[in-house]
């Protein structure tokens, strides 16, 4: 007696697992084809109210919510059907409503959007409808026979074509038109939305010129806050030499020179002004020396990322965390970004979250450095702008670098930073 290997009794069951789900998916697409429809109606009549200013906001309303609608779809065709397209939509534009209508008037996805739902609620109906027809068909020959069973003389027959007198008869029948409706949904009704699943991937990805609009718009505004975080750091380096170590080294030359004219009249006034000059100058020497390692600790240079962590947080309240299993040395730059942004959301920490514990986890995954904060504060922070991670986020976007936030009210809150780099492994004595 032969037995079916495991590994392909597997396969068919992950199969028809995912066929399943799939016919899923393909209802929630029809339910979201319906209300491409109800939005396309609803955009056709806003567009003549727009010279009555009535169908101004309706116009916007209905764009905001037909790029949910599509995003939602997309998310379909990703999950369903393994088409991934990625949203090509700026941030949507801002100011009163003449000035957001006017800039969504010149943005190609709006149209492209609509010439989209053009076909969704057509073509995609039928698509959709043909598909959940040859699956509920098979459904509803399988659901004869029990109809049969409870009212014989009303369901006698498949709706006029097919009838029978008895019930096994009406098994036979059920089995046969079952089972040719299964099978042409499993390879046909596949096929079918399959192929529909390109045709939306095609229309509703951004085109090559569109997502390069978009990377230079990206790379313009990382630029000027890169320029804009260089002058102010620029500016806070100038402050800090002015108010504390300039004026301390001026202080120091007058106490010298005061010094000096009492060295043979007044020795022990010189001595004391001498030793004001020494106190002077060690504290200017500890400023200058907080201020450079404000601007790059040496020992980030010296012993990396991780210990460079460690040190900024051992005096640290509340206290903090450390975990790394990094498998070698982030670029230079990669690390002065990383440890900065490590050093703001700390600092964020301290000012707002009244956390009593603070964890730092730093790991390197996908090509990315990717690092967590998490602390047990209150919650409730944001990445608005304002807010008091909007410079974290502004660093590392100069690095293609994303940040992610998750701070319910309450807490706890997880800070996520990922910066794409490559790291070479070190080499294992």
């Not at 037995?3 to 069951?13: D, E, I, K, T």
């Not at 409706?181 to 509703?204: D, E, P, Q, R």
């Not at 922070?381 to 701070?407: H, Q």
Request: hydrophobic share 45%.
């Amino acid at each position: 007696m032969t037995h079916m290997p495991r590994l392909p009794r597997r396969v068919f069951a992950l199969a028809v697992k995912h066929r399943i789900m799939q016919a899923g998916l393909v209802f929630l697409l029809l339910c979201l084809q319906i209300a491409d429809a109800f939005l396309f109606v609803a955009f056709i009549v806003a567009v003549p109210l727009i010279f009555l200013m009535v169908g101004v906001p309706a116009a916007i309303g209905t764009v905001r919510a037909t790029r949910a609608v599509c995003n939602a779809e997309r998310w379909l065709f990703r999950r369903g059907f393994w088409v991934n397209i990625d949203s090509p939509y700026r941030p949507f534009p801002r100011g009163y409503v003449g000035r957001q209508l006017l800039e969504l008037s010149r943005d190609k996805t709006v149209w492209r959007d609509f010439a989209w739902q053009a076909v969704n609620m057509t073509l995609g109906v039928l698509v959709t409808v043909a598909y959940l027809a040859l699956l509920g068909g098979g459904l509803m020959a399988l659901l004869q026979p029990i109809l049969y069973l409870c009212w014989p003389q009303t369901f006698n027959n498949f709706y006029g074509y097919l009838t029978f007198q008895t019930h096994a008869q009406a098994w036979a029948f059920a089995i046969s038109i079952a089972t040719g409706h299964f099978v042409l949904w499993w390879t046909c009704g596949n096929l079918i939305v399959n192929s529909y699943a390109k045709l939306a991937a095609i229309m509703l990805r951004s085109s090559r010129s569109a997502s390069l609009e978009q990377r230079v718009e990206e790379l313009t505004t990382s630029r000027a806050d890169t320029v804009d975080s260089s002058a102010a750091e620029l500016r806070r380096i100038e402050r800090n030499l002015h108010d504390g170590a300039q004026a301390r080294i001026v202080a120091i030359g007058m106490s010298l020179g005061m010094a000096e004219q009492l060295l043979y009249t007044d020795r022990d006034a010189a001595g004391t002004l001498l030793a004001e000059a020494r106190t002077n100058a060690a504290a200017a020497l500890t400023e200058l020396r907080d201020l450079v390692r404000g601007i790059h600790p040496p020992l980030l240079s010296d012993r990396g990322l991780v210990s460079a962590v460690e040190a900024l947080t051992r005096k640290h309240v509340p206290p903090v965390t450390v975990h790394s299993d990094l498998p070698g040395r982030p670029p230079k730059p990669v690390e002065s970004a990383a440890y900065f942004g490590i050093a703001e959301a700390l600092t964020n920490v301290v000012k707002y979250a009244e956390a009593k514990t603070v964890v730092v986890r730093i790991g390197y995954f996908r090509d990315r450095v990717g690092i967590t904060v998490r602390d047990d504060g209150i919650g409730g922070a944001t990445l608005a702008s304002g807010g008091g991670l909007e410079g974290l986020v502004k660093r590392l976007a100069a690095f293609d670098g994303r940040v992610s936030l998750r701070s319910p009210e309450g807490g706890p809150t997880v800070v996520a930073l990922e910066i794409p780099c490559s790291i070479e492994p070190e080499d294992e004595d």
